[in-house]
């Protein structure tokens, strides 16, 4: 139990959620964005982190931040594909006068989750991969996390799909759940999404084990080349999608082994958080 009050949020594309932590204990919400413009996205934002300040009963003392949205050193948002309203918008300043706090600290929504699991797992070097409808990640070094990585677009296939991002064959052009979705449409012969793809995965479908077994390679082979900058002990699979595949791990440890003697010894196991992973690791960052 803390003796301070606490508040971590955590940003994502299409929803946020709050974790309000103080010596009465913890308070939780979820949300999802009201519609594609700021002005909206800001008031939801701020009255829910009101309804925090409210069930603390206290001034917050220090907030821990988790964003999918790209800052610049002044925590102003840059190009945000995925909510295009949000350019140039100081999140920053808009939450230091919602939490009355200037004391915040702000870590990409990979990075976060990455250290909530390595903080779980008692692991200074750990790889987390997390799988939604697309695909982040984070590294922890030393038991720190390791800023500026971009795992979904590490190259898994220089000949396989065009990424978005302008390269060809990145992590995300495989292992995302879209990636995923539309490979199991061309395996299976009609439309088919993640959920469908988990269930059938779940009745061990031939056609499911296919998407899931390619997905594995390409994350064995991300891991294989993060392995001379990270030597990681644990990689952890999680996110959505990858709590919804329970044997994506087992099937990535797998694919790992025939791929490097080096990570041998890399635990690959699913993550303990699951969509929680970033909060959680929000509300670590707000503590330290």
Known sequence: M??????????????????AAGPHGTWTTRSTWPGP??????????????RARAELA???????????????????VATWDARPTWQCVPLLDTLREATDTATITTLDDGSAAALAEAHNAGCADLVHLSLGSGLT?????????????????????????PCPCGRTGCLRTVASGRAMAIRA??????????????????????????????AAIALATALTELATPTHPTRAHIGGGLGTALPTLAT????????RSEGLVHTVVAQARFGTD????????????
Do not use: M
């Open 58 to 76: 206290a001034p917050i003392d220090r907030v821990g931040l988790a964003t999918a949205a790209p800052l610049d050193p002044n925590g102003v």
């Open 2 to 19: 803390t003796t301070e009050n606490l508040l971590a949020i955590d940003i994502g594309a299409t929803k946020f959620a709050l974790r």
């Open 37 to 50: 413009d700021w002005p909206a996205d800001r008031k939801l934002l701020c009255d829910a982190v009101a």
């Open 137 to 161: 990640g984070g590294i922890i070094r030393g038991g720190r996390p390791v800023p500026g990585t971009d795992l979904a677009h590490l190259t898994v296939d220089p000949a396989g799909t």
């Open 251 to 258: 099937r990535t440890a797998l694919a790992l082994a025939t």
């Open 185 to 214: 449409t061309e395996v299976r012969g009609h439309p088919t999404t993640t959920a469908q793809l988990a269930a059938a995965a779940a009745a061990n479908a031939p056609w499911a084990n296919t998407v899931l077994d390619e």
């Open 277 to 288: 992973a970033a909060l959680v690791g929000a509300l670590l960052a707000a503590r330290s």
